[in-house]
């Protein structure tokens, strides 16, 4: 994972933000705005819904779900993430553990989630809450139509006075295209639905300087920006249901406060604390302004499926102009792309510069490169003298991670 900045005048730093639909202030600076914080996403980890035998555990979907009652009630809109599907259908089907293979995890999701539903409907119900189930694929946050869709919807189900509750769409998904898990899923969800701030729910009370556990290891109370976190030990595998450990969680934070919003990592237990601006678990300040969930998803979180090779000059203008990419400045092409696909943009060191969704198909490419605009028009048609990769969907890479 990267952090990157969009190809606009940079909100400063390393942080994202993005040329096209750069807008609005920073989020909340420090955890005394959570209690008003209008819009929360708050999303739970599979370890805390779950119990040992791979059954959901309804008393602490309750106690969750009553805290979330409890801001509805008092005004705020809540939007849940909710991991959980697989972890939940281990029992039920007899499995031994989480399945390796892509096929028993859909199968598991497509069991574990009507039953994590039906759970969520219930306990909302008690409270006079409805729940609307909103099955996400990495798509529908990066391909502009698709986003456009998934926040209409979510809207809508806001202004209906609905919990919407999320998860990635797990029967579905294939490798290719799945988060894989929902923590970046939360994040990207938080730019969607323009959240105040995210609230991530697991099984520790917050990031701590070594693993949870070991002598000397403790509670990291507050993060202003990534260097606050180097040096930190986040190696520690996490619960046996959940994906990605904290590697993922301060992927999904970096994404987070990068775009504007602020996030509090705590254990499921305290999250009446967390949404009330308590000292529990770690506060990450927001450290970006918003910026497109597209470009996000690119410089963060998509897989990229061929490079284009730049020369100096290319490179240049790309990097230090936030120029489109002109096939002139392309020396080589590598991979296997269709035209709206993610690929790097790699200087002539070798260095990746930028991840930009390309223009055209990989076999359109090589006669291409090295010639004019002017040059492709008059040979090739009007069609050829489109830019390889436009600016506007382009995010240049600073930092190469959160972590150290
Ligand atoms: N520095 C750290 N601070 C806190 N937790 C850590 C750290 N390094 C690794 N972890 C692990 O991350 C785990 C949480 O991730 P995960 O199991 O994926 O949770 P979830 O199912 O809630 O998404 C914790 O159980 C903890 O063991
Ligand atoms: N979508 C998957 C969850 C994947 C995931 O991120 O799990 P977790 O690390 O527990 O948040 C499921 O519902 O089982």
């Known amino acids: 994972m990267s952090t990157a900045t969009g190809m606009g005048p940079a909100a400063g730093g390393s942080t994202a933000t993005g040329a096209s639909t750069a807008a609005g202030a920073p989020g909340p600076a420090d955890r005394a705005a959570l209690p008003s914080a209008a819009r929360v996403v708050v999303k739970v980890g599979s370890s805390s819904l779950t119990d040992a035998r791979g059954h959901l555990d309804r008393e602490r979907l309750t106690a969750l779900v009553d805290v979330l009652a409890a801001r509805r009630a008092a005004g705020g809109q809540v939007v849940l993430v909710s991991s959980g599907a697989i972890a939940s259908a281990l029992g039920p089907l007899g499995l031994p553990g989480r399945p390796r293979d892509l096929a028993t995890q859909q199968a598991a999701a497509s069991v574990g989630q009507g039953l994590l539903v039906a759970d969520y409907a ?86 701590h300087t070594g693993p949870p556990g070991r002598p000397g290891s403790v509670r990291i109370p507050l993060v202003r920006g990534l260097e606050d976190v180097a040096g930190v030990d986040v190696s520690a595998r996490g619960s ?13 934070v970096a ?48 897989r990229t499926r061929g490079r284009l090779l730049l020369d100096e000059g290319a490179a240049r203008a790309v990097r230090d102009r936030g120029t489109s990419l002109l096939p002139a400045g392309v020396t080589r092409v590598e991979g296997d792309f269709d035209a709206g696909d993610p690929v790097e943009i790699v200087g002539p060191d070798g260095v990746v510069l930028a991840r930009g969704l390309v223009a055209y198909d990989v076999a359109e490419v090589p006669p291409l490169l090295g010639r004019s605009t002017s040059d492709l028009r008059a040979e090739l048609g009007p069609g050829y003298d489109r830019e390889l990769v436009h600016r506007d969907d382009l995010v240049l890479v600073g930092r190469t991670t959160l972590l150290p």
């Open 122 to 207: 219930r306990a909302f119900a008690a409270h006079g809450l409805r729940v609307g189930q909103v099955l996400l694929t990495a798509d529908d946050t990066v391909r502009r139509t698709h986003h456009r869709n998934a926040s209409r919807a979510l809207e809508r189900l806001l202004a209906l006075g609905v919990v919407p509750v999320i998860n990635e769409n797990d029967a579905v998904a294939t490798q290719e295209i799945r988060f894989g898990d929902n923590d970046r899923l939360a994040a990207l969800v938080s730019h969607l639905v323009r959240a105040d701030a995210l609230v991530l729910l697991t099984d520790v009370d917050g990031l």
């Open 255 to 302: 994404i987070a406060t990068a775009s504007g919003v602020p996030v509090v990592l705590t254990a499921a237990a305290n999250a009446a604390g967390a949404l009330a601006g308590d000292d529990v678990g770690t506060f990450f300040a927001a450290t970006g302004r918003r910026t497109s969930v597209r470009l996000l998803w690119l410089a963060h979180a998509a």
């Open 240 to 252: 046996a249901v959940g994906t990605g450990g904290m590697v993922t969680k301060l992927d999904s």
